[in-house]
T-cell receptor, first 112, second 110 residues
Framework: SQTIHQWPATLVQPVGSPLSLECTVE??????LYWYRQAAGRGLQLLFY??????ISSEVPQNLSASRPQDRQFILSSKKLLLSDSGFYLC???????????FGPGTRLLVL | QKEVEQDPGPLSVPEGAIVSLNCTYS??????FMWYRQYSRKGPELLMY????GNKEDGRFTAQVDKSSKYISLFIRDSQPSDSATYLC??????????FGTGTRLKVLA
């Protein structure tokens, strides 16, 4: 069966500090990978998606970036965090052309 | 207009009630429809997905899609306090993109 991991679960960072969130998927090959942000009481905002190693598409221009160094690894980064980057970050995967998505447990980020 | 609309709630029901959660969507290209359950501070958990129009049942849960009216429903029978969560609906045309509603908060009172 497939499993998706995210870490850390919770992160408190000062404004201007760097960020690195990691997501890995087990039990599947060549998945589509996604990063979403979910603000309190709001919907899921798609940030990035990837259909293969090194292939990243950005949905929302901002100070975040994503990388996919391995088939089942997806990393969300920032060089300098802003207060507005606070939120709940979710990684998800789907099969290519798949009918559904599966989410990780999420990372709660608080920027102070 | 959002591609997927969902009443935010909260919806409060007594234990044992039948719950009806609904979404409307605007994208005619959607072929697959999903319902997720999200507990506080957790990632969304896939409950059910359906293809095109029709019904799908899984235990106490029934998902219904009416493509002619662009209406998606999730019914929960014999609701339990453990069903208290936010429920997200979503649609996709089968490409990379999944469009989510903002979620409906459900509270099942013991």
């Amino acid at each position: 069966s497939q499993t998706i991991h995210q870490w850390p679960a919770t992160l408190v960072q000062p404004v201007g500090s760097p960020l690195s969130l990691e997501c890995t998927v087990e039990g599947t090959s060549n998945p589509n990978l996604y990063w979403y942000r979910q603000a309190a009481g709001r919907g899921l905002q798609l940030l990035f998606y990837s259909v293969g190693i090194g292939q990243i598409s950005s949905e929302v221009p901002q100070n975040l970036s994503a990388s996919r160094p391995q088939d089942r690894q997806f990393i969300l980064s920032s060089k300098k965090l802003l207060l507005s980057d606070s939120g709940f970050y979710l990684c998800a995967w789907s099969v290519q052309g798949g009918e559904t998505q599966y989410f990780g447990p999420g990372t709660r980020l608080l920027v102070l | 207009q959002k591609e997927v609309e969902q009443d935010p709630g909260p919806l409060s029901v007594p234990e044992g009630a039948i719950v009806s959660l609904n979404c409307t969507y605007s994208n005619s290209a959607f072929q697959y429809f999903m319902w997720y359950r999200q507990y506080s501070r957790k990632g969304p958990e896939l409950l059910m997905y359906t293809y095109s129009s029709g019904n799908k049942e899984d235990g106490r849960f029934t998902a219904q899609v009416d493509k002619s009216s662009k209406y998606i429903s999730l019914f929960i029978r014999d609701s339990q306090p453990s069903d208290s969560a936010t429920y997200l609906c979503a649609g996709t045309s089968g490409t990379y993109k999944y469009i989510f509603g903002t979620g409906t908060r459900l509270k099942v009172l013991a």
